[in-house]
């Protein structure tokens, strides 16, 4: 199994970014799967979750500015962050829960 993100970069207050994860080994069709992240000098937290029916969860700093969201066909879990504030300043995770795999991370800087 490997989840690889990509799509983080630097953008400034009140932009916007998508992160892409492309799984491989393991079908996102039913499964729980959530976005962490890692601030420095922060402990790891969850931002964003789908569970193995579609229903989604966010952490209270992220509710209304990002949504989740996965795409069968193409075996990709997304993020869609609207709105960024450099407190989402962090390295992002890819996770598959169940299983305990997560991605490299992608960096986000928020300025």
């Known amino acids: 199994v490997q989840l690889v993100e990509s799509g983080g970069e630097s953008v400034q207050a009140g932009g916007s970014l998508r992160l892409s994860c492309a799984v491989h080994?393991?079908?996102?069709?039913?499964?729980?799967l959530t976005w962490f992240r890692q601030a420095p000098g922060k402990e790891r937290e969850a931002v964003a979750a789908?569970?193995?029916?579609?229903?989604?969860s966010y952490a209270e700093s992220v509710e209304g500015r990002f949504t989740i969201s996965q795409d069968n066909a193409g075996n990709t879990l997304s993020l869609q962050m609207n709105s960024l504030k450099p407190e989402d300043t962090a390295v992002y995770y890819c996770?598959?829960?169940?299983?305990?795999?997560w991605g490299q991370g992608t960096q986000v800087t928020v300025s």
């Open positions: 080994g393991y079908a996102v069709l039913g499964k729980a």
């Open positions: 996770v598959a829960r169940s299983i305990g795999a």
């Open positions: 789908i569970d193995h029916f579609g229903g989604t």
